[in-house]
Every structure is written in C-alpha cells, then in structure tokens.
C-alpha cells in the first residue's frame, strides 16, 4: 500500500532543487500571467515551464495532469468563442451560432493561463518529494501539526480506496444491490460510505491516542531526524524569479 | 516507593452513569510483571489509559483517586509527560502507526523527534530497538506494507525507544494471527526477561500464566483479586467472571494434582509434569 | 453542540482534532469516489469537510477544507487548488451555524445547506473570474453560464448563476448526509473532540 | 441433504501469480473448519463460493446446481458470509436496524425482518443491546452484532471468517452454540480460522489450505493427529495435544475431556509411573 503521489523518483537538476523554490516558480509563473497578459507572453512562460519538465525528465508523466483540465479548456474555447461580450469579427458559423476572433483570443489567454497554472504546479508534484516538501515548510515555519496532517492524508487515502472494495462486498453479501435504477444507487450510497465514515472518526480515536503516546503534544522544541539537505544555488534562483517579477511589473508600470 | 501506585481509582467515562472503574488499589514494583484479566466489560483498558494518563487528560468524565507513575501523579502532569515513564502499546496496530511516516525507521523516529532528542541519539535508539524487536531487517520499508505481527513489533519500539519505565500492552496479540501472536509473545519474553516493568492485559490464559509475577482480576470494575498465577488460576468460581484457567490447569484440577500441602494447582506444563511426577 | 460552552473559535488544536482532519480528507475523496462509481448526478466530495464543522467547530472545518484542496492540488488535479478557498468557506460557514443550533433539524440541516451552497457560489465567483473568465468546466454550470450571457446579463452575475446551478443542490444533499451521520454518531465519539469538558472529582 | 461443491477451480488475481488451480472440495453436512496460513487462499475461496469473485475456470455447484449466473447480491438468500471486520459493514445507528438490514434486502417483511434480528441479536446474547448504537460497543460485541445481521438472513449455507478472533471465552462459547444449532438446523456450517483449539472442539472436519492447495481433509480428529503436514503449513496442534506431547505422550487429543480421562487411565493402570 503506497502513498497517494504523483512524485516521479527521477535524478534531475529540477529533483534536486530546493521545494521552497519550486513552490515560489509557481506562484510567480502564475503572478506572471496576470502582470503581463499578452498571449504571445504567457506562451512563453509556458514555453520554459514546458522545458523545465523537460529538464526533469517529468514531461510525459504531466500529460494526465494536463489532460485533466481538458474540459475546462473546451469550456473556454467553445463559450468564449461564440458568447463573449466583445464579439465583433466573424470566424465561422456553425448553423444560426457564429464564432468570433475576439472571443477566441480572450479564450486563448485563458486557455494559456491555464496551461501555465497546470505546467507549473506539475514541475513541483513530479519532481518534489511530499515529505520533503512539508519539512522544508515545517522548518520555515509552518506548524508541524498541519505537516503532519498533510503527510498522513497521503497515506489515509490509498488505505481508505482498499477498504472501499471490503465494504463493497461485505453490503453485497447482505444482499445490498448497486447496479440499477437511479433509486436503487441512491439507497447504496449510505450503506457504502456509511461504514467508512464511522471507521475512519473511530479510527480518529485510537489514532489520537497513538499520537499522544508518542508524545505529539508535546510542548518542547522538536527536533528532526533527517539532515537538512543542502540545495545548490538555491539563494540564486530564488533571487533570480524575484527580481523576473519586479522587472515585469516595472515594465507593466511603464510599458 | 513502588514504580505504580494506584490510590482509590474510580473513573467514569463522560456523558455516561456507570463507574468503569471503581476503587482499585494497587502497586506495581520495577522489574514486576503485572497480567490484568477479566471479561470485555471488566474496565481492563480504562485502567491501561489511567495508568498512561489518557485518563482523566484525552478522556475528561469524572475522577477520583490518585495514580502514581514513576513518582509522577498522573492527574498533575500531561500526557506528554507522562509518556516519557510509562508506553502503551494496544490491539490494533494498524491504528497505533502515525500514518505520516513513510519508512519503519522514521516511524520509530516519530516519538523521539517530539521529546527533541538530538539526531545522534535518535540513531542510535532506534537501531537498538529495531534491533531489539527483530525488526530491523525492514526499517526501509512502509509501516503499512507490514504483516500484522511485525507492524506491532514496529509499534512496540516504537514506544520502548522512548525508554519509559514502564511498558503497557493492552491485548498485543487479539488482532493478529497465530505466527504473528508468537512473534509478539518472543518479545514478550524477551523484555519480562530483561527486567522490564511490565503490565499485560491478555485473552490468553497460558500466557498470563507464562509471563505474569502476579494477576489482578477485574470484574465490572472492581478489583476482584490481586494475587499469584497459581493463587488466581486456582480459584474455583473463576467462570462466574467469565474466564477459564489455562488448560494445564484445568487437567490439573481434574487429575487432583497440586502443590503439595496447599490447595493451588499448576498453571505452566513445566510445573505441572514436576508435580505430575513428584505424586 | 448547545452544551458546548468553549469559544467555537478556541485556537488551541487537540490531538483528537487534529487527527479529525485527514479522516474528514478521506472521506471528502471517498464520497466522490462513490458517487461517481454509483454514477449519482452530485460532487458529494465535501461530506468530510462538513462533518468536521459540525464535530469540531468551524476552525477545524475550514482547516479541512482548505488542506483538502491543496492536497489535491499537489497530488492529482492542480486546479482545485484555486477551490481551496471556497472549501475553507464552506467549512467556516457549516461550522459557525452548527455552533448556533442550526443541525437540531432536518428543515434546520436543509437550510444549512442553502446558506452554504450560496455562500460557496458567491466565494467561488470571484475566483472563477479571475482565473477562468467566470466558467467553472462544469457542463451543465457553463450552459446556464452561456444561457444568461446570450440574454445580455453582466459577467459576473452569468459567472455566479453558473456556480449556484452546480454548488447549491450538491451542498444541500452534503449537508443532509453529514447531518444524518452526525445524528447518529454515538457520544463516545462526538465527546472527543469537544475541549471545554472538566474533570469531575469523585 | 445441503452440499457445495468447488470442481476444478481456477483463480488469480494477476496472471502472473495463480492462487488456486484446480481446486476441488466437497462440503457437505459435517461442520467444516478451514484453516491455513495467511496468504493460504482460505478468503480467496469464501469469496468465490459467495459471488464476490468470478473462478478462470471451473464450476462452483449448490446442490449440484451451478451458481455462475447470479450475483453476490442474488446469492445473498442463499448463503450468508459473516466478514472478519465487523466495521466494513456496520452503518446503522442502532443495533436493531443494522441486524434488520439484511433481511429487508433479500425481501422479508419488516415485521419478519425484525423478529428475525430479534431471534439472532438472542443467539449472540446481545438483544439488551437492540437501541444502542452499534460504535458505542466494544470491537468484540460489534463483531457478534455482524455475525446476527447474517443469522438474521436465515440462509441455507454460513460461512464465518475467523469469528473467534479478539472474543473472549463467553464470546467463544457464544459462537459455539450458534454453529452447533445451525447443524441441527440443517444447515451448511464453514468456517475460516487460525484458532486451532476452537476447530478441534468444534467442528467435525477439518480441510487444511496450504499455497491454494488441500493437504489434508478430513475428519478433525485425523487431520490434527498429522503433526509433520501441520508443520508444514505452518500450523500448530490444538493444545491439548501439545500438552499431551510436552508431557511425553504420542498420542493426539482434540478434546480437554479426552486428555483428562486418558491421564486418568494412565494414573490408574501405571500408580507408581505418574
């Protein structure tokens, strides 16, 4: 039973670098987005997070990912492309509906967008670690707690998919049936998740004390078994993407 | 002073009306080995969670009595505390894995990070006790990828590397099967042999008789009895709160055989092929 | 919860409640894992979130909320992400009128799940604005999306026609699962996650 | 007269690892224990028998009649398969609806459906118990409350899956009695388990499941008298019989009773050698 992930254990340039930074590249390709709206540039941010997948030998595991937003992406197009308030200049006409070039530019931007949100959070899941993604958070201070709940929510979930089909049986052997008319899925649904609900708060329970006895509430500073691993360049890069945010916005400012 | 004392203990569970535990009075010396029996109902895990301080601090309800742990009084201190005296270890062992670690190693590592030992220290307790609990061959491996008896196992150092005086195990063995129940009772074994205080709420009759120095018998609460195995197994209304002697010393009954001069019965085979052959 | 003295907004998390989060995780994940296998027409992917509100108070609701959708962001669909907001909303808003008495019914239950399906709509408008130009992906939300653009209606309020139509029905439905299962979990367990319990002496 | 028959099974998971390969069993009116190492195929099989997963190959026959077109939910009125997790199944606030559960699904009236719940909430002794909530009882008494929403369900046949793990002696006499009435009822009893002293108390024979495959089956008295094949699969002697062994007998008891009057005759003939 693994953990629930996407990470892709590969040696890369992108694997070795600091979470921290991965994290601050998706905030600020995003950000980038919106400080400098052009299609044309969005296409580029886009352009180099597609090579930093490359980079990461991660490109073809982002394809579901990307994949998954395809039907907002059709959304965008379709709407946007006929409905679009600004909708002057006719592209073609499917019927009495006729599709514009103004719509389809504004859906191109957002299409765009989206590509680079989807990219660039696939550059961070692919090639960072979890675990060590929430301890580098827990030592720049987030809460150890909420560490905590992240990384066993990765574990909880496979767990909780395998009990699914136990549950499955067991309600079927009492003569439960979930094939069928709307009605009769409807009247499965509490059998189902019925049992998992209750499990998992009772569950909550010994859990807790488990935790407790291994001294979870304890008030003292804790410590960490694992070394902090040394990042390269990591102040560089860093640096690097602030100072790109402060010239677009410069050249937004005076562009 | 005894490493447990237990004072007039009465504890009631919130929102309910019934003592679970009412008026238990008892001391566990260090090195002891303590078997608690009794039925399902008999309040034999409350006692466990009074002891390690879930009880009245995770478990509020109502409270009366005093335990003592350690030289600690239980009702003072948080449980955070009291855990570095006294580890409890329970019949689930999936539930007792924290589920955010990914490694056997890091598991174990979970308790020590939180009391902030420093990174030398931890490696070296933690290849103790896995080492100890004959799990070490796994320590890369996922805790919930384990087979039931060595997830305990895992469970068990993980508490024991926090070096508590005393180690409570509330039915260690009811979740697992045969192989995985025998490799927990090696253990057991082990630690009552290497001097470690030890309390053992257990099904298996053979096995308190194994382990135990002394049994204390619950029933609804109340403390029924506080004595030898051989005192405790030799009882003869033991079925009146719904247990068995081990099955030695139900032949031994029927067979007549005793320790000389007094009215108690063998509970170990070894004990009873002595006596068998001393009549 | 009307026995509950403490503060709903006590900031001094228990273990208990703490772990209630990525149980009330797991069982968002597993509530839209079977609706979609029994094929239900709703999300039903927030029964986890609501029943932390209820059990534990809107901090810990939000909390789940918000965690929930970042996971899901970094582990299977990056867009939800944006959601995490909303999912925060949503717990805080459960979690505030539980506190006020407003699951001691069912007529009560449905209009906690009124309140939060408009609350999610208004909370999630904005965001679809800004990061999809008001669409949601949702087929049948961007239909009445399209339906009330052709009939002249401003952006925004095309954009929050598109999330009522998907959140309010989902959100009642939720609401009324989680308050039946809440109704019938037994006190052993809901007393865990209440901290303003005393000790009583005996 | 009930009978089961597995005939030429074969079943995996994945293609690359069989779990059973022509596996053939006759059950029949004896009582029927079914132990074996975890991992021995002992759940695979109930859950072939129940619907739950389809054989490769082979045929699964109630009284001759081939079950392979109805499903787990169809079987369900026939044959009733007590899970070992009792908290994959429970879901209902209180004790009465959860046994009554059963029932109402395979289409008896409410009013039977209760009296049935009733009757099997009196077997496993917990009828004080109808309005509580089932996560209000200890894992053992939540346990029982399963075994009752399938005895509730009056089938033909009862499969249990190791029922008396975490029980304690009451819970086990408890079960006992159950399986006992059931056979006098007529009733098709198997049952899963690594509790070897209850299979030789209780059952009257004995199948041992080793990698997929029967190495002994018979009546229970024989088949535990196989030390060498027993330890082979892994698997211990009841210990009453290991108790006659640590006390230099060759003989194999599956009853106290048996050892204690074999001790006595001992004494009896041999005054001066015990």
Redesign the interface.
Known sequence: MGSMTLYVEKNSLIHHLDPLVKLLYVAASIALTYILPEPLFIAGVLFITFLLLVVGKVFRNSLPIVALSMVLIFSLVIVQGFFHPDNATELFAIGPVVFYEEGLTVALGLVLRVLVMVGAFSVLILTTRPDEMVERLIKKGMSPKIGHVILSVLQLIPQMRATMGKITDAQRSRGMETEGKLLVRIKAFFPLIGPVVLNSLNETKERSIALEMRGFDAPGKKTFLNEEKIYPYNKQFAGMLVIIILLAIVWRVIG | MSTIEVENLKYRYPDTTKLVLNDLNFSVEKGECLGIIGENTAGKSTLCYALAGLVPHFYKGAYGGKVTVNGLVVRDHEIATIVENIGLVFENPFSQMTGAKQTVYEEVAFGLENMGLVRQEMHTRIEKYLKLLAVYSVKDKNPFDLSGGQMQRVAIASVLAMEPEVLILDEPTSQLDPQGSQEVFEVIEELTKGGMTIILVEHKMDKIAQYADRVLLLHEGRQVDLDTPENIFSRGDLTDFGLTPPVVTTIAKALGIQYPGTKLYPVTIEEFKRLGEDK | MSKNKRSMWSVKLSTAAIVLIPAAIGINYLGKLFASLLRLPLWLDSIGTVLASMLAGPIIGAASGIINNIIFGITADPISTVYAITSGAIGLTVGIMAHKGWISSIQKAVVVGLVTGVVAAIVSTPLNMIFWGGQTGNIWGDAFYTFLISTNSPQWLASFGDSIVVDVPDKVVTVLISYFIFKGLPNSLTNIYRQDSEIEEI | MKTFTVREVDFSYSPIIPIFQGLTIDFDSRTTALVG??GAGKTTLV?LM?G?LKPDKGELLVDGKSISEQ???QL??RM??V?Q?P???????NVLDEVM??PL??GFSKREAEKQAMNALRKVALESKVAE?P??L????RKLIALA??LA?DTEMVIFDEPT??Q????KEKIKAIIQELKAEGKLVICIL?D?DFAAEVFERTIVLNQGKVILDDETREVFSEKEVLEKA???QP??SQ?AH??GFEKSFIH?AE??QF??DV?RLNPDL?
């Open positions: 190492q975890n859950k129940k739950l499903t787990a939910a369900a009125k009733g398969l899970f997790n908290n994959d199944q429970v879901f209902k606030t559960f059963g699904n395979i909530n996560y209000d200890s894992l053992s008494e929403s399938i369900m793990m975490g304690d002696f009451a819970g690594h070897m892994f698997l211990e210990s009453v108790i640590a006390l106290e050892l204690i001790l006595k004494q015990s």
